[in-house]
Nanobody, 121 residues
Framework: QVQLVESGGGLVQAGGSLDVSCVAS????????MAWYRQAPGQQRELVAQ???????NYQDSVKGRFTISRDNVLNIAYLRMNSLKPEDTAVYYC???????????????WGQGTQVTVSS
């Protein structure tokens, strides 16, 4: 009923920038919090940044000042701008969205398939 499709990512040198985006489609009435997570090999998935429908943002300490999360409430898109990338930012980045489906109460969390971000030193 709801699909999240990520795009962007890729290979970049340390100090460089990269953008990733995530589009939600389906029987969507409203999207609440959007978030980006990442998972490095052998590591647990961790929250990178999140943004509420009212545009309140929260960032993991390690990315504060370097990453910027934003959203489009009409098109149901989440963006993550990543600046001053470091090798330790290398991971698969996943978007998640809290989605209320048309004709249903409440919401559930949906996930994208992930996009690889690799930062070379």
């Amino acid at each position: 009923q709801v699909q999240l499709v990520e795009s962007g990512g890729g290979l970049v040198q340390a100090g460089g920038s990269l953008d990733v985006s995530c589009v939600a489609s389906g029987s969507i009435l409203r999207v609440y919090t959007m978030a980006w997570y990442r998972q490095a090999p052998g590591q647990q998935r961790e929250l990178v940044a999140q943004i509420t429908r009212d545009l309140v943002t929260n960032y993991q300490d390690s990315v504060k000042g370097r990453f910027t999360i934003s959203r489009d409430n009409v098109l149901n898109i989440a963006y993550l701008r990543m600046n001053s990338l470091k090798p330790e930012d290398t991971a698969v980045y996943y978007c998640s969205m809290e989605v209320q489906i048309i004709d249903r109460e409440g919401y559930r969390t949906y996930w994208g398939q992930g996009t690889q971000v690799t930062v070379s030193s």
